[in-house]
């Protein structure tokens, strides 16, 4: 069973560069989606189960600047390499750069149709931590004219030409039976990805890393949304400090600044 992942070098949104209130794009790291590990993860299990198949990566860089982030690309590939996935594939290209969810589908659609051909699944993330659209797997389907089955939190069964998994809706759990090959997302419940040890990151460096531009794909993408800056969501502190009184005085004092504030109703 050949496995296709797709992992997006995002925005480390834990450490966003800002200033005179924007996002600094090309001051901030990448690093893997963290919900694009469940589904790295997710893959490896399934080909140590199965003792059978190839596991490959695809990741998509659309943030500047190219040079910069072709390199980022690869090193983020190579974690996921060193987590067990057997090859990575990266496109970066300026074309890419601001486009939006349908040229990333189209993207991969191509890279899967020119550079990988059969697969039976490919699996990505429910969402990813920059963006967070949940859009890209659903469109990548479409593209391929596939099933997909999104919410993912376990699959219960995997044969040859279908699969079983349990979709985790905000009210129910859905048991979902399809033909492969197929597009799934999981969620972060189904699985806790693995650290790689020493040896396997070194081992990652001798694993097969494509790097691809638009021209290696023969595509000339035209984005219908572009996307030209990013703001911060500025929170300021009221910087209250209440120091004098008993522990039931700072209390009253603070209910009754809550109060103030509309964040209480005094009874």
């Not at 969810?101 to 697969?119: M, N, P, Y």
């Not at 993330?125 to 967070?132: C, K, M, S, V």
């Not at 492969?180 to 969620?187: M, R």
């Amino acid at each position: 069973m050949n496995i296709v992942v797709l992992v997006k070098p995002a925005l480390d949104t834990s450490n966003l560069r800002t200033a005179a209130n924007k996002i600094m794009i090309e001051d901030t790291p990448l690093k893997i989606s963290d919900i694009d590990r469940n589904a790295a993860e997710e893959a490896i299990r399934i080909k140590e189960k199965t003792k059978s198949g190839k596991t490959i990566a695809v990741m998509i860089s659309k943030y500047p600047p190219t040079a910069k982030r072709a390199g980022e690309a690869e090193n983020l590939g190579r974690e996921v390499l060193a987590m067990g996935i057997d090859e990575a594939i990266v496109v970066v290209d300026d074309g890419l750069i601001g486009t939006d969810q349908t040229a990333t589908a189209k993207t991969i659609s191509e890279v899967l149709k020119r550079k990988i051909g059969q697969f039976d699944l490919i699996i990505g993330g429910e969402a990813t931590i920059d963006g967070y659209s949940s859009q890209v797997p659903a469109r990548v389907a479409a593209e391929l004219g596939i099933p997909v089955v999104t919410y993912v939190r376990e699959i219960t069964q995997l044969g040859n030409d279908n699969i079983t998994v349990k979709r985790d809706l905000e009210d129910e759990v859905q048991v979902i039976n399809t033909k492969l090959p197929a597009v799934i997302t999981v969620t972060r419940e189904i699985n806790t990805p693995r650290i790689p040890p020493l040896l396997q990151i070194r081992m990652a460096m001798k694993k097969p890393l494509t790097k691809l531009s638009l021209t290696d794909l023969g595509l000339s993408i035209q984005s219908k949304i572009k996307t030209t800056s990013l703001k911060p969501l500025q929170i300021q502190r009221k910087k209250i400090i209440i120091e004098s009184g008993t522990v039931e005085e700072k209390a009253d004092k603070l209910i009754q600044y809550l109060a103030q504030e509309g964040i209480l109703t005094p009874r």
